[in-house]
């Protein structure tokens, strides 16, 4: 996005993640959107994610954190999401305060040059920061790094739970469409739901997980707007049924395709640096990239399925595989075929490059647990998608990319080896699916460039910042 004059009173923005790769993702390359823009940015981790990042500051960036609250090896993994969301808020509070206060009280350029936080972008899934930002006079607005189309499942949560679709009992036909989702009646199914649709509380009550997302988002209808990491060219209808429970909408996304930084500003893995000069030595969408992401973890069954189904389908695949998503034992079997299939047909690294590599010529298919990020990284390079959803909104993610966009296949509920075998062999193959995925990314560059939707949406929020801008 250009950049703006800068003779006009400085904005400073506050922008506050969730504390977890997924949402930091997403809220830096909106953060480094601002900066384009001519504003001041606070990017706010917490202090354990702030050593683990490359802090690349810049005149109008700095990189400032709160505590988490958490020890220092904790793992703070997908089992501890509530453990995280529980233990951020009480510790963040005061060093968070303090971040907007003192500014607020100088008002004056004391802070090493920048102006007084003048709004705050905060993730949805903090609401403690939007209220204390309000509390303190400082305008918020929400970013929810999911979907719109699992926030539109989220905010209908009191309607299906008042129709009886949720919870999904156990052992229901997940083939069944539900009612109460609005724009998707007859079209998303109960397997299609946020995954804590089908959780169920200690006394049947519903999953807690769902109680704190459906809370949280009907908290988003508080702030002055939400932010959206998408583009109307994919969720025109999912924006349109949100836009009138909120008080403002900006669908500014996909944000990973107007990043110009590495990715390792926001890795909190070191990346391998070798992975591009192995796919230079192979040909054109001729290697399968295998991700599940930044939090799911696999059994030892799955990872077997997983492993099989790959090396039956007998294309070179890479292989993004945390060292905490598999076991020891599991690690020892992909070493095996490693082995025996040769370096240059496998390749397993910790994690990947991932931008680099799905926009690497030699990526045919991306076997993804269709994160919204992955998912619109994969979309943005072109590249057709195999999903194989984990959890919360990637369940509805991978069915809109298999019913609605047409730019893969989705393998939900199921992770055999034959499957697996047959939808990657599909993914690479299928000129249909590879025409649909070329024509959307060509979509979604039409959507962030100069004039498209997201590109004008974004310099709306500019303005909405800016309100006294030239
Ligand atoms: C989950 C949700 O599914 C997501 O929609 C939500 O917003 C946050 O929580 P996660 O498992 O982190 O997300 O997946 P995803 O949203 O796809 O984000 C993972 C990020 O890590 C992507 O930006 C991807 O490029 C990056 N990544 C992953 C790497 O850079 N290297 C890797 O090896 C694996």
Request: a negative charge.
């Amino acid at each position: 996005m250009a950049d703006r004059p800068t003779d006009m009173a400085p904005v400073h923005v506050l922008v506050f993640p969730w504390p977890l790769q997924g949402h930091i993702n997403s809220m830096l390359p909106f953060a480094e959107g601002l900066l384009g823009a001519g504003v001041h940015v606070t990017f706010l981790h917490t202090e354990h994610n702030l050593r683990r990042v490359d802090r690349a500051a810049s005149p109008r960036l700095r990189f400032a954190s709160v505590p988490d609250g958490l020890p220092d090896d904790h793992p703070r993994s997908v089992a501890h999401l509530s453990e995280i969301g529980r233990s951020l808020r009480p510790s963040a509070s005061a060093a968070y305060r303090a971040l907007l206060a003192p500014a607020l009280s100088t008002g004056s350029n004391a802070d090493g040059g920048f102006p007084p936080v003048s709004c705050v972008v905060a993730d949805g899934l903090l609401p403690f920061a939007i209220d204390i930002a309000e509390e303190l006079g400082v305008p918020a607005l929400a970013f929810r790094t999911e979907s719109a189309c699992s926030i539109l499942a989220y905010l209908s949560v009191p309607s299906l739970v008042g129709l009886g679709e949720v919870p999904v009992p156990a052992g229901a036909d997940l083939d069944e469409p539900v009612r109460g989702v609005p724009g998707m009646e007859g079209f998303l199914r109960r397997r299609d739901l946020p995954s804590s649709c089908r959780g169920h509380g200690e006394a049947g009550e519903l999953d807690p997980m769902l109680q704190v997302l459906a809370k949280y988002t009907a908290h988003s209808c508080k702030a002055r707007a939400l932010i959206f990491n998408t583009t109307a060219s994919l969720e025109r209808s999912a924006l349109a049924h949100i836009a009138p429970h909120m008080r403002d909408v900006f669908a500014i996304g996909p944000l990973n395709a107007i990043s110009a930084a590495p990715a390792s500003a926001t890795s909190l893995w070191r990346e391998d640096d070798g992975c591009t000069a192995w796919l230079d030595g192979h040909a054109d969408r001729s290697v399968v990239y295998v991700s599940l992401g930044s939090l799911a973890i696999i059994s030892r069954e799955q990872f077997a399925e997983f492993l099989s189904g790959l090396v039956g389908a007998g294309y070179a695949f890479l292989w993004a595989l945390r060292p905490d998503m598999v076991g020891a034992s599991q690690s020892a079997a992909l070493q095996e075929a490693v082995d025996a299939a040769g370096k240059s047909k496998v390749r397993v690294v910790d994690w990947a490059p991932q931008r680099d590599v799905l926009r690497h010529r030699a990526v045919g298919c991306f076997l993804t647990h269709a994160g919204w990020n992955s998912t619109l990284e994969g979309i943005a390079e072109g590249v057709p998608l195999a999903c194989w959803p984990f959890f919360a909104d990637q369940q509805i993610n991978s069915r809109f990319t298999a019913a609605v966009w047409g730019t893969g296949l989705d393998m939900k509920d199921v992770c055999e080896r034959a499957v697996v075998e047959r939808m990657v062999r599909e993914a690479m193959e299928s000129g249909e699916l590879r025409r649909s995925a070329q024509a959307l990314a060509r979509q979604v560059t039409r959507d962030i460039a100069e004039g498209g939707s997201s590109a004008s949406e974004f310099e709306r929020l500019v303005g909405w910042i800016f309100p006294n801008r030239l």
